[in-house]
Every structure is written in C-alpha cells, then in structure tokens.
C-alpha cells in the first residue's frame, strides 16, 4: 500500500531542504525527493556568499536587498561553524561608478537592516591597507563592506539533516517520474536509482511543492491538470579557482567596464576564488560547463586590478551552475531580478511552485512556502527556523544562538578535547561539522583510530559518516561537495575512495 505523507517536496537544492526542514518541524509528514545529489547543480554552483546584493541597489531592489541583508545575521547565527563574516574591498575605478554613488550605496547597505555582528563600511588607503598590496598601482583608494561566507553545498545538507531528524523522510538519487491530482491527494511514482537498478515506489501526498530549480518549469508543465507555470531564464553562472593571488583574509568586488562586478575571494586557504559570469543558456541544466570565452573573461578581468596576471595555464579548477530566475524582460541577464515567487496551485490538492530565489534568502522562502501551506494541511502557523540552530551550529550557551567570534573558542575547546589531531585536520572538522564532528571522532584517541587515509586528509572515519550520515554515494559526493578536498586530491585518491565505497552496502538499498 502507498505510504502517505502530508508534503511530497521535489528538488534536493536550498530550496527545497529548506522547505523540508521548516515543515518537518511543525509536525508535517514530509518526503523529500531529489534527482540526483543533494545539491549536485545550481546550490553547489554558487560565488558561495550570504549577502545582501550590493549591485542590486543599482536595479532599484530594495524590498530584495533588504530581505536579504536580513537574514545575513539570522544564518550567521545558526549556522556560525559553515557561515562566517568576510570584509570585501572595492577599488575606486573613477571610470566605472563615480566615488558618491559608492558611497551612497554602501550606506544604504549599512542601515537597510539591523546590523549586530557585521562591522560597518568604511573608506580605504591602499598606501596603507593590506589589501592594497596585490593591487595594480593605479588604484590608490577604495570602500570596504561586510557580508558573509557560506558552505553552499553543506549549507543544503544540514537542512535535508535537520529536517531528517524532525521526521522527514529524504531520498537522493531519486526521481519523481509522474504525479496526478486526485481530489485532496497528490499520487506520485518514485524512481529510485539503485546498484542493481531502477526501483519504483508510489506514494500519496496531500500537498506538494515544485523545488526542482532550473527544472521548475518543465516539472510543472508535466502535471496534469495543473495551471501554466511560470516561464524561466536559465542563467549560466561560472568560476575559476587559481592559486592563491594575495596573502590576506579580504576579499574583492571588481566594477568593470561591462557595469558587471566580480569576485576574487580567499578559497581553501591555498586558492583564490574568481567569478561568476551571466550568461543566458539553452541546454541541458544537468550538463553545465564553462566555455573558453569564460575562462578568458574572467581572467582578464581579474587581471585590470591584480599585479599578477594570470591566464587560462593559472585555472586549477572551474565550476558552472545554471540560475533559474524569473523572467521579468530584462535584456541584461545581470540585470534579471534575484527575487522569488511562490505561487500556489489549489485547485483540489495544493501544489506549490518556487519560482527563482538565491541562496541567501532561502530560509525566508521557506517561512514564507509553509504560511502558504500551513492552514491547508492543518500545522503550526508559528514560525521556527529564525532562532534554531543547524546541524552543528549549536556553538552556544545557555540555549542562546551566537555569533562571529565564538568558533574561535569552540575550536579550541575541540582541539583541547583531541590534542592529537594536526591542527589543519581539527579546523576542517570544526569548520565543517562544528559539534557534530564529534560523530567523526566517536572513541578515538589517536590518528590511526580514524582508519585508512583514503585521500588527502580524507580518513575512513569521515567516509564513513558522509555515507551514513549525509547521503554520500560517490566519490564526487565526498570530494567535491561534503569535505571540499576534491581540489587537494589526485585521480588515484579518487579511485581508491570509489573502491572503497564499492565494498560498502548500497545505501540506497534502505530507501531510507
């Protein structure tokens, strides 16, 4: 017999995590289904920042800017291991935006929304500041801000993990091939993809929401009975990662001559970050990649600003995702607005569709899914998420969320606790798993208690728990989007981590 669930969510991106979570946590029956990876496409893909959106001033998107600028301290606070405070340096380039308009902007983004853990911006001396350093000489002054860092891709899996452990059901590698309304409830066949095949699974939900990103549209045109989806513009977004271009914790906002910004951000310690282009794409959402025209784009204009130059020969490693925003008509693909809509199909059972969004705003757009559904389906109306820390971002006292300054002490306590992991290794597991690293350590007292080191810094302690834990399957999984290490291994590492996942039970065998 079909098992029944009151919300069947479909698309294991920011969005539909976040979903998960707030309704698993106002007593909802919630079934999660993603095609693939949890965050395999766009919310992997990002510039990996929480921030208001400075350049969205510019297109007159205060509501956007303002909500945004918001929750920038509500997710620092939950989650204060993966998101963390990042100043940003602006050079002056007087032949782009006139130094008033700069300054204007930036006190705007100041006092749009309540500030408590960020600093305020403030002008900039590069005869004096260290950010000067790595600059071309003809830039002498500039603007310093705050916004902040993320994880994306883990940022994804402690929602699918907190909404887990409130009761949700969650299923990666896992397809919705149909749904048809009938009466109050929804009817869905499931494709679970397996080692040994394709194994279907129906189930019944009184409510569904369409999270499927760049695939928003095509899924709704798929229902039957259902009302027009909204139409897309599937936006290319990519990035290169060189090595490390200055030797200082700022990061940098570049203004260019095409009125684009871009980023050159610290990553991984040993790498600079460069990106991200806007490019309108037709192809397949699955298969994104960046194009030579990009890589030279990028670098070229990374280098009107650095002393080092670099070039296609300096890219270690890139990543494309594709952005399925609203069409709004814009000509400009930058100009395109980051604002979602949620839109609601109750005509019988309800289905909601997320229509664009960014990563910073995602829990709002979950609060604001669930007071849609909420009333429908018979859950709490109150809101929760606001002040409930993240898997692992309980780094707090007395039942009080906290801020930017308390990792520092939570790192050290943890290494206290383990005086025989290498500091490198004791802050990736802080930064990554905050508490929960605990779960990776279990009774260990000594490196070789943490098992085979599968690949750089990977032992099979922290395999292990991706896999049991966080929904690993593969290599690509474990590397790229759950440790980070993908850039620090070589195709050896990556081959003995398949064999090694090769010899585990398939976790999919569970239907967990």
Known sequence: MALEYDLLVVGGGINGAGIARDAAGRGLRVLLCEQHDLAQHTSSASTKLIHGGLRYLEYYEFKLVRKALQEREVLLRSAPHIIWPLRF?????????????????LFLYDYLARREILPASEGANFSRHVAGQPLKGDYHRGFVYSDGWVDDARLVVLNAMDAQQRGARILTRTRCASVRRDGDLWHAVLEHQQAGGVQLEEVRARAI?????????????????????????????????????????YAYIFQNPDKRIIFAIPYQD?????GTTDLEYHGDAGKVEIDQGEIDYLCEMANRYFKRQISRDDVVWTYSGVRPLLDDS?????AITRDYLLECDDAGAPMLNVWGGKITTYRKLAEEALAMLAPSLGASTRSWTATAPLPGGDLQEAGKLVGR???????????????????????????????????????????????????????????????????????????????????????????????WLAQLPDPGSTLR
């Not at 340096?89 to 308009?101: F, I, K, L, Y």
């Open 89 to 105: 340096v602006m050079p002056h380039d007087a032949n782009q935006r006139p130094a008033w308009m700069i300054r204007a902007g």
């Open 270 to 274: 040993e790498f600079t970050l460069i």
């Open 405 to 499: 300054y308390d990792f520092d002490a939570f790192l050290r306590a943890f290494q206290a606790r383990h005086p025989w992991l290498p500091d490198t290794l004791a802050r990736r597991y802080a930064r990554s798993y905050g508490t929960r690293a605990e779960h990776i350590i279990g009774q260990a007292d000594r490196m070789a208690a943490l098992g085979e080191e599968l690949a750089p810094g990977l032992h099979e302690a922290e395999a292990r728990y991706l896999v049991q834990a966080e929904w690993a399957r593969s290599a690509d999984d474990i590397l790229w989007r759950r440790s980070k290490l993908g850039l620090h291994c070589q195709p050896q590492h990556r081959e003995r981590l398949e064999t």
């Open 209 to 249: 929401v369409n999270a499927a990103g760049p695939w928003a549209a095509r899924f709704a045109q798929s229902v039957p009975q259902a009302k027009p989806g909204r139409s897309l513009r599937l936006i290319k977004g990519s990035h290169i990662v060189v090595k490390r271009l200055f030797d200082h914790p």
């Open 330 to 334: 814009a000509e400009n693909a930058s």
